[in-house]
């Protein structure tokens, strides 16, 4: 006979069971299921990890694997979301006004199953519905929410994650100005998630005719993210990869648009295809991910390399590099952010500043100066720049929730491959947006008879060199990882390696404006910066480490940055092993 715990676990999975619309994961569960009843020890384990927690709003939303149970992605869960998110509208609806929430998806595996359910559900509940008119990035889906003044967004997409995983971004319109959800609203949403789990069955809700946006909502994205470039002074020789997502067709159109000559395809990974199969990881900052854009790249000698993860809100960006047995060095995060940042800062201090001294007309900040932001966690080049140009500078949490909602902005990064360099439009990440400013850049330094690398090199000639690395340690027990941050505040670290250490923050509590993060930052003597956090989406301890040098010549302030990083790097790993 089972035990009550199995026997209770049981129960709740034949309640869902029954109310599962999807035959893949109703045959599935129903296999575990009787598995169990057989007596398979592991078929109860995998219960258990379905059934005996749920999946939370975490980075925006949910997130996670495709099967059956409440801590799966799957057509229950969705519609139980939907549900409860529209119940979430209505409350915070002003008096008299139809709650209204604009659906996209990408081309995963049921992302348009999840946001049809979604957009029914929604009509059910008297929500006006509106689906976008095909698969489309998450930025359209970002810019929709504005340019349809729409209540909330909801974009079903699981970024870069492995292919069998699925997920559901959430934004806020009206004050939230579409920006992703933040506490307390994630907490509001999921309160009435559980509410709708534990009291509606998901066959009896309601469901209702929806509509389907025209093909006008793509093109205002289209025209407004042509428009941050001006026409090309020189055409650039690149290639572009869209990671089998669904970056291409947009991003075409909006070259096309801007004036600029198409690149060259990196063909066997241009069209949507939920199974990847070219990558074992679809994310351009895995090894061997853009090893098909750098074979494509020297058979047409390119400049350039472009890259969109499968939902097209990152950009990765790889030039020309004869040390390398690819040809090419695909650029950090932070290498990209750097530039762009620069770039931007440069746009929003014009004509009163004089971009090569570097001196603005008086000595504050001007009224409507406006702010550069970046997460905690990415590099503090941007801040070298802000001073330079007399902008305000602001660091939020990581997550370009908080990044995006930085007021004032101008520009903002997170070095995970995150850009924001039209915040006017969209309030998220824009990997196509970023892509045209990069152009663009591009094309201005090749009219001028340099690259990206001369401009890289001047970068750090201007504001000193930084260099930047990053330790992740996977984990089968998160329990490790409470233990690791528990040590690293009872005993505090003296040196790290033989850097002495100058000051830890801790932000458990909140620091400055910043709300509780379990975040430490570890500020040395030399004036690198150590952070080190729980990931916020798997099971790792993230460690990142940023160096800087002004001094010398561009070699020898290399040089510098680089040994403190590896010295830094040795000994974190010594203090969290």
Known sequence: MPSDRTAALLQTARAWLNQDPDPETQAQLRALINAVDDGDTVALSELHSRFDTRLAFG????????????????????????????????????????PSVVIGYDGRKNSHVFATDTAAIMAGAGVRAIL???????????????????????????????????????????????AQIVSPDDKAISDEILRVAADEQVPLLPRGQYETAEEDVVLAYISATAGIAHTPRAQVNSVYTAMHGVGWDTTRRVLVKAGFDLPTL??????????????????????????????????????????????????????????????????SGNEVGAILGWRAAALAAS??????????????????????????????????????????????LTGFKWVSRVPNLVYGFEEALGYLVNPDTVRDKDGISAAVALLSLVSDLKSEGTTLAGYLDRFSEKFGHFASGQISVRVSELSTIALVMTRLRESPPTHVGRIRVDEIDDFRWGFGDLPPSDVLRIRLTDGSRVMVRPSGTEPKLKVYIDTRSKVGTLDERRAAAQAALDELDRGMRELIA
């Open 351 to 396: 004509p009163t500043f004089d971009t090569d001294d570097g001196l603005t007309t008086d000595d504050g900040l001007a009224e409507n100066a406006g702010t550069l932001a970046c997460s905690i966690v990415s590099s503090p080049s941007l801040r070298a720049v802000a001073d330079a140009y007399r902008l305000r500078f602001v660091e939020t």
């Open 59 to 98: 980075t925006a939303g949910l997130r996670g694997e495709i099967s059956a149970g409440p801590n799966r992605m799957n057509r229950v869960l969705v519609s139980q979301s939907a549900a409860g998110l529209a119940t979430y509208l209505w409350r915070h609806a002003v008096t008299g006004v139809t």
């Open 132 to 178: 976008l008119p095909r698969l489309l990035p998450t930025p359209v889906l970002a810019f929709a929410v504005r340019h349809l003044d729409a209540s909330c967004g909801v974009m079903v997409t699981a970024s870069h994650n492995p292919p069998n995983d699925n997920g559901y971004k959430v934004y806020l319109g009206g004050a939230n100005n579409g």
């Open 266 to 331: 990196v063909d066997a990974q241009i069209a949507p295809d939920a199974a990847f199969p070219t990558v074992a990881f679809p994310n351009p900052e895995e090894p061997g991910a853009l090893d098909l854009a750098y074979e494509t790249a020297r058979e047409v000698s390119a400049e350039l390399i472009i890259a969109n993860d499968p939902d097209a809100d990152r950009l990765a960006v790889a030039i020309p590099d004869l040390s390398s047995a690819s040809g090419y060095r695909r650029l």
